[in-house]
């Protein structure tokens, strides 16, 4: 092939390099030049055109592309038609992307004209999604550069396939302790359930049993002998923190082995993978109850694609392996009951104010008072008199009464105008108000009479980052409500939420950073009715 300027009168059938504008039209980058074309050049006063001249030993970049990306695919790996020197591939099935790394690699280094890029190894794919694509720079490239690429490709074999999912079948396991609530193991089952969906897997059972190692390993040989299960996982009350512990030695104990103990991919860390007749046993980490990625998603995803898990196929997972910005993990992880917040540290307050009092029956049931004294300003207060740094009431339904009710309060009000379309949306523009020197923000909803300043330094002390607190919940009886306290870390997340949810979606995909405090009745009790606000004492005006 020849790159550079071409004369016009020779420039027929050579590809434009650049759009050009003649004719009263304008041809653009890969148009292939025509007599008509080289005439409306000449009119338009060009001498010459910078354009590739394709030789007879030569192949155009589609038909390049396109051989070099039919032999690439392995199984289950479909080639789209070639278009612009690029190929793409794309799974056929629901299944993990393998790939030939050092095939890959030689490609690429064969000659900067050929370039192919994949989705990383073992990445989860469903049926029409691309994971590949080869792309030819130049606009040709010789027939023996392309002849000799095809070869060493099929003297490897295909660089990318699909190994596809199976559906296979699935027995849990839970141990419990007093500690481990039934709605935390309810919800494990369902996150896992959630999690084998793709793959067309299904649990065919759920064992609960005590935390220790005669009962546990009586439900894990169940599993594989009753049940006839695929796989066993099992999800401990406390986590697997020593080769010894209650899981690895009930798997033993049951007739089974345990081939690995911990892997680097964080979350994911405390991973165990056993057998027990020949069907694979693990050992989930405590990450693994939420459903947010994690290590165990990457080891569980290949046993159901019935790729190998062996010991150097774990420890090869660290490149790559630090999937979020990972807190310390100190225990026992309980909120400080006497700790003192750093005199240094910035927590904004948000009171959120914005709901329209549909349940009540409006008019606003922010604007109700107990002994006199409107609801929104007591929360205002609370905020006010405690140990945050700012406060920031958002407002919406009926804004000005609310401002006028926060009157002499040194508070910033922030209006959101999309105060209808959900929770989010006020919780959305309080984030966005926080000062940018504050390090958390408490949220505060502007219904609950019994929050106190006093209660939100409660929440303010037990936030500590350095013990891997970075959210702070509190909960009445056990079930979470509010305040909330949460680090700026998770902001981004929270400015991502939609509908009429608020921070607690977020934090589901971070349990490890949440601590709770609990605060009975004050955390539950939000004035939704007028007989909730009459058993509280308040008044509707």
């Known amino acids: 092939m020849r790159f550079g300027p071409v004369p016009v009168d020779e420039a027929a059938g050579a590809v434009l390099a650049h759009a050009v504008a003649a004719g009263g039209r304008t041809l653009r980058k890969g148009h292939v030049i025509t007599p008509e074309d080289v005439g409306a050049f000449r009119a338009a006063g060009l001498d010459s055109v910078v354009a590739a001249v394709i030789g007879p030993d030569d192949l155009d970049e589609d038909t390049a592309a396109g051989r070099i990306a039919a032999a690439l695919a392995g199984p289950h790996v479909t080639v789209e038609a070639p278009a612009t020197g690029r190929s793409n591939l794309f799974a056929e099935v629901a299944g993990l992307l ?50 000799q690429a095809v070869a060493a490709i099929r003297a490897r074999g295909p660089l990318v396939r699909i190994a596809p999912f ?27 359930a959630d999690r084998l969906k793709p793959a067309g897997a299904r649990i065919v059972s759920d064992r609960r049993v005590p935390h ?73 980490p405590g990450c ?20 190998p ?20 993990r100190p225990a026992p992880r309980a909120a400080p009951q006497e700790a003192e917040a750093p005199a240094e540290r910035r927590i ?35 905020a006010c008199g405690s140990r945050a740094a700012s406060v920031t009431v958002v407002t919406g339904h009926m804004a000005e009464a609310v401002a006028a009710a926060l009157e002499g309060l040194d508070v910033t009000i922030v209006h959101n105008p999309d105060y209808a379309e959900g929770l989010s949306t006020s919780m959305k523009a309080g984030i966005a108000a926080v000062p940018a020197d504050a390090e958390a923000a408490v949220v505060l909803l502007g219904d609950m009479p019994q929050v106190t300043a006093a209660i939100v330094d409660r929440l303010i002390a037990a936030y500590d980052p350095a013990r891997g607190a970075l959210a702070v919940v509190a909960t009445a009886e056990g079930r979470r409500g509010n305040p909330t306290l949460i680090s700026r870390r998770f902001f981004p997340d929270l400015m991502a939420v939609s509908g009429d949810v608020g921070a607690r979606q977020v934090l589901q ?22 007989e909730a606000l009459r058993r509280a004492g308040g008044t509707l005006v």
Not at 272 to 283: H, I
Not at 349 to 376: E, F, H, W, Y
């Open 166 to 192: 199976a559906p296979k079948t699935v027995a849990v396991v839970s141990t419990l302790l007093p500690s481990l609530k039934a709605s935390v193991v309810d919800k494990t089952l369902r996150v896992m």
């Open 509 to 530: 995909g971070y349990p490890e950073a949440v601590v709770e405090v609990e605060l009975g009745e004050a955390a539950g009790l939000d004035l939704d009715t007028p």
């Open 288 to 307: 693994a109850r939420s459903p947010r990625e994690n290590g165990f998603d990457w080891i569980l995803q290949r046993m159901l694609a019935d790729l």
């Open 98 to 147: 393998v790939v030939d790394r050092e095939g890959i690699e030689a490609l690429n280094a064969l000659d900067p004209g050929i370039t192919f890029a994949t989705l990383p190894d073992h990445a989860p794919a469903e049926p029409g999604r691309m994971v590949a694509t080869v792309k030819i720079i130049p606009f040709a490239l010789s027939r023996m550069l392309v002849d």
């Open 348 to 382: 904004a307050a948000v009171v959120l104010a914005a709901g329209r009092s549909t349940r009540m029956g409006g008019p606003n049931k922010l604007l109700a008072t107990i002994d006199g004294k409107p609801l929104v300003r007591r929360a205002a207060g609370a």
């Open 212 to 284: 220790a190692e005669a009962p546990l390993a009586e439900a894990i040989r169940a599993g594989i002998e009753e049940d006839r299960a695929d796989l066993v996982v099992v999800f401990g009350a406390s986590a697997v923190v020593d080769r010894q512990d209650v899981i690895p030695a009930a798997i033993e104990r049951a007739g089974g082995t345990v081939d690995h103990f911990g892997m680097p991919v964080d979350p994911g860390n405390l991973l165990l993978v056993g057998r027990l007749g020949g069907r694979p046993v693990v050992g989930a």
């Open 309 to 328: 898990v062996a010991s150097r196929d774990i420890v090869g997972l660290g490149v790559g392996g630090l999937l979020m910005d990972i807190v310390s």
